[in-house]
Each structure stands twice: as structure tokens, then as C-alpha cells.
């Protein structure tokens, strides 16, 4: 079983639609637990960032962590043709520097408008 | 603006030629890292350096090199024993404390000739 397991997609969705993106993971000393947005032929850039369980919000992001049942989520509400990319979840043990951070594969996501 | 830098964009490598890899960050940040994104597989670790002079194996070092003489460079190298290099190719760095999120450049393809 791998680490992190993360729907590929593709997830298409139509403009204005609540998208929700998934990942399960099986180390339960995960601690710290992140999103990433990803464009094509880009780096990722970092969304949104929560420690151990819990909701957070950012604007029309909402990230939730169920540690017990060792799967986390991310929201988008009123999803536009900008949030076209890949979404990568990413999590570690620590916050040190130097603690490798475990990434999903990815999940494509297109919003028509 | 500050930043993660990585050059060049594309780069193509001949059989049995070692190729280096630049990335420069100026966030003062004093962990860096290597990941290699291939389809399908998301990020795996090569490389990382949490300080100047020292860095450790991730996941995948074989066929790699790296070197951290300044704390705002760590190239990295794809020697000639790395047999099947063609993929995306990302630098990262983070802070010495605290959050142990990772901020990313925008990549290095490399692809064989």
C-alpha cells in the first residue's frame, strides 16, 4: 500500500460547480498536511497548510484533515476556468527543515466555462 | 521579488553525458531540495541540504549529484549512470523553523537526444 493514494482524475466540472479533492494516506504519524495547485509546465505553489485535524478556510478553499480516518480534503466553491491544474497533496511527520515531504500523484482538474 | 530560480528550462542530454541543473532561491531559506516529477508518479525526492556543506540521499539519489557551497545555490547533476533522466526536474527550499512547507521553481525538463 502506498503512502498517500490520490485520485488522478480527470475531474471536469462545470463553472460555479463545489469540487472536492481527496487523498488517503496510511502513516498515521503524519502531522502536517498541505495542498498544492500545480499548471501545466509550472512548479507548485503551495494553497493551503493545516497541522494535525481540523477545517481551515482561505477564501473559497476549505481544507479538512480527519485524522482518524487518515483522509483529507480539499474544497473549491464557486470553481472558475482559472482552477484548471493539478492538485497535489502533501504531507509530513515534522516541520523541520530537511523533512521530506510525501506528495500524492496528482489529480487534473478542468473547469469549463 | 523573491524567489526560487531555476535554468534552463529545457534541457536535452546526450547518451553517456552528465548534465547540471541551476537553482538559485534568494529567500534566504536554508533547506533545499531536488524532486523528480514524471507523469502519473508525482514528486520524489533526489536530494536535499538543510545546510551549506551538508546534504543527504532522498528516495531516488542514484545517478544524481548535488553540491550546497552557497546557501542560495544547490545545483544539481544528472550523471550519465542515471539511465532513463527524461523527466520534469524541481528545486525547492523552506525555512529553517517552523512550517515545513516547501516553495517550488518552475522546473528543468530534461529530455535524451
Known amino acids: 500500500q502506498k503512502e498517500v493514494e490520490q485520485d488522478p482524475g480527470p475531474l471536469s466540472v462545470p463553472e460555479g460547480a463545489i469540487v472536492s479533492l481527496n487523498c488517503t494516506y496510511s502513516?498515521?504519524?503524519?502531522?502536517?498536511f498541505m495542498w498544492y495547485r500545480q499548471y501545466s509546465r509550472k512548479g507548485p505553489e503551495l494553497l493551503m497548510y493545516t497541522y494535525s485535524s481540523g477545517n481551515k478556510e482561505d477564501g473559497r478553499f476549505t481544507a479538512q484533515v480527519d485524522k482518524s480516518s487518515k483522509y483529507i480534503s480539499l474544497f473549491i466553491r464557486d470553481s472558475q476556468p482559472s482552477d484548471s491544474a493539478t492538485y497535489l497533496c502533501?504531507?509530513?511527520?515534522?516541520?523541520?527543515?530537511?523533512?521530506?515531504?510525501?506528495f500524492g500523484k496528482g489529480t487534473t482538474l478542468s473547469v469549463s466555462s | 521579488d523573491g524567489g526560487i530560480t531555476q535554468s534552463p528550462k529545457y534541457l536535452f542530454r546526450k547518451e553517456g553525458q552528465n548534465v547540471t541543473l541551476s537553482c538559485e532561491q534568494n529567500l534566504n531559506h536554508d533547506a533545499m531540495y531536488w524532486y523528480r516529477q514524471d507523469p502519473g508518479q508525482g514528486l520524489r525526492l533526489i536530494y536535499y541540504?538543510?545546510?551549506?556543506?551538508?546534504?543527504q540521499k532522498g528516495d531516488i539519489a542514484e545517478g544524481y549529484s548535488v553540491s550546497r557551497e552557497k546557501k542560495e545555490s544547490f545545483p544539481l547533476t544528472v550523471t550519465s549512470a542515471q539511465k532513463n533522466p527524461t523527466a520534469f526536474y524541481l528545486c525547492a527550499s523552506s525555512i529553517s523553523s517552523g512550517i515545513g512547507s516547501q516553495h517550488f521553481g518552475d522546473g528543468t525538463r530534461l529530455s535524451i537526444l
Open positions: 541540504s538543510q545546510i551549506v556543506n551538508d546534504f
Open positions: 502513516n498515521s504519524a503524519f502531522q502536517y
Open positions: 502533501a504531507m509530513s511527520v515534522a516541520n523541520q527543515a530537511g523533512t521530506a515531504l510525501i
